[in-house]
């Protein structure tokens, strides 16, 4: 049985998901968080996802350099394709984590931050052209 095949529309869908539910993260947490002053109790817990922010998002933008270069030596349509979700799926970890932190907190630097890497990964590992 052969897998299915992923087609330059699905993979739009794809990329329009990841980015539709990231801005419907950063969108609640904006609702959450107006009027609302930061809560104290949360500020070590802040701390340690800032860290972890850090971190992932190193980690999402080295991952862009590998999932390109795979990409760009890749010969089968259908593995580039999978190889541009995949990418795309690392890079919103940054924005998901930066929407928490932003619910947590009310800054909303950590999510800006995070939603540029993913749109970084939509341009750096692009919807293959030749499928």
Known sequence: MQPHSVSNDSLKT????LAGGVFALGAVAF?????QPANPDTAEIVGILVRVFVI???GSLASLVAFRA???RERDAERRGRLSVAAWAMAEVPALIGGVIYMMSGTALYYAVGFAILFAAFATVPIPEDR
Do not use: K, N, P
């Open 14 to 17: 794809i990329r329009f998901a």
């Open 70 to 72: 795979l990409q760009s």
């Open 31 to 35: 609702f959450m968080t107006w009027r």
């Open 56 to 58: 992932v998002s190193g």
